[in-house]
């Protein structure tokens, strides 16, 4: 095999293997970046969620994250307001007040939502899984915070 031959195939190789290494990368969406796995993925592990009890699973996700979105957004907004304040030359507490109060809603909202949340997957339960869904919320705080995640 001459020279030019055998570079054509090494190039095509890395080439291929770069693809599939990509491909893979991008089909497998079911970590972090850190390498962790999603809640999402966990949930379903530690339910033994089938397929059938999945599909609806990913409803309730999608329902979820709309609502967790808009309140974020308000959330946003609602800073932006509250920062501004502090562009004045005398600050009005009445109004700081009542942005704090709107502030302290949204997050209430939030906390709902998310609790009801929960509820949705604890009905997509068979009785079988209750006990694991039991031990599910007794993990959901170190589930969600930032440190390591469960190993179940």
């Known amino acids: ?34 390498g962790r796995k999603m809640p999402r993925e966990i949930i379903i592990e ?4 089938d ?3 999945i599909v609806k699973y990913e409803k309730t996700i999608q329902e979820h994250q709309k609502l967790i979105r808009k309140l974020d957004s308000s959330i946003r907004k609602t800073k932006n307001e509250l920062y501004q304040l502090l562009n004045e030359e005398k600050i009005d ?3 700081k007040d009542s942005l704090y109060l709107k ?22 339960c068979k009785k079988e899984q209750l006990d694991d ?13 930032h ?5 179940h």
């Open 1 to 34: 095999m001459n020279k030019t031959k055998l570079l054509s195939v090494a190039v095509i190789a890395l080439l291929v293997l770069n693809f599939g290494i990509l491909g893979y990368l991008f089909l497998s969406n079911k970590h972090e970046p850190n």
């Open 46 to 49: 530690i339910l033994h969620f």
């Open 51 to 53: 397929e059938n009890q």
């Open 93 to 95: 507490s009445s109004q």
């Open 103 to 124: 502030l302290a809603n949204y997050q209430k909202q939030i906390e709902t939502t998310h609790f009801n949340h929960f509820l949705e997957i604890k009905k997509l």
């Open 133 to 145: 869904y039991e031990y599910l919320t007794g993990e959901l705080s170190r589930l969600f915070s």
């Open 147 to 151: 440190k390591p995640r469960l190993k």
